[in-house]
């Protein structure tokens, strides 16, 4: 059996303009000037205090805090306007390895568990993630924790388990955790970033992944 992990914000769902006007929003209502789309879309992918401490170096916790809950209100709000959606090709490149009995599909994600579960509901993608592993459990990435617990939940050694992620956040997340790393173009972090960090391969397009995974699994 094999084991393919998946991030979720900048990897399965183009979330970028809710994270940035959430955080817009969250940046004016401490009192602060907004950051640049640029600054925000860098700390994708890291679990939200940590990202915010890393916004807000200089400024004191309970600014933190209050940038921490602001964001999520203001997060939710726009999901229940329009959820984020789907990168082209994410779908078929799921229900394909889905599809396959030696194969099992998880999530390791920033995100909260109820963000996963409005995601994963949003989408009709309910029964295709043997594991779930979210930043409501787990130190934030890169610490492998949450692989480790996918790779536990799932029987599967870590050896016969990909990352597949858009941040050098995941790419650094599977070295740590003795798994293979696939990275993707269409996210939050360049290209060369992610080869930087150990990315066995950059996939174009999720046909372009589809492709690298079936080889993997072979």
Do not use: N
Request: glycine fraction near 10%; proline fraction near 5%.
């Amino acid at each position: 059996m094999r084991l393919v992990v998946f991030d979720v914000d900048g990897t399965l769902i183009d979330s970028q303009h809710h994270i940035v006007g959430a955080m817009t929003t969250a940046f004016h209502k401490a009192g602060l000037d907004p950051l640049p789309r640029e600054a925000v879309l860098r700390i994708v992918g890291l679990s939200l205090p940590v990202a915010v401490a890393e916004l807000t170096v200089g400024h004191g916790a309970a600014v933190q805090a209050r940038i921490v809950e602001e964001y999520r209100d203001a997060f939710m709000q726009a999901r229940l306007v329009q959820a984020a959606p789907l990168y082209p090709g994410a779908l078929d490149c799921l229900d394909g390895l889905a599809g396959r009995d030696d194969v099992l599909l998880a999530l390791a994600t920033g995100k909260s568990r109820r963000g996963v579960a409005a995601m994963i509901a949003a989408h009709g993608l309910e029964g295709r993630f043997a594991s779930v592993q979210t930043a409501d459990d787990h130190p934030s990435k890169p610490h492998p924790a949450m692989l480790l617990a996918a790779a536990a939940d799932t029987g599967i050694d870590p050896a016969d388990a990909v990352m597949v992620g858009d941040t050098s956040f995941d790419m650094d997340m599977a070295k740590a955790a003795g798994m293979a790393a696939f990275g993707v173009r269409w996210g939050y972090h360049a290209p060369d970033a992610l080869t930087a960090s150990g990315a066995a391969l950059v996939a174009a397009d999720f046909a372009d992944l589809g492709q690298a995974l079936e080889r993997w699994a072979a």
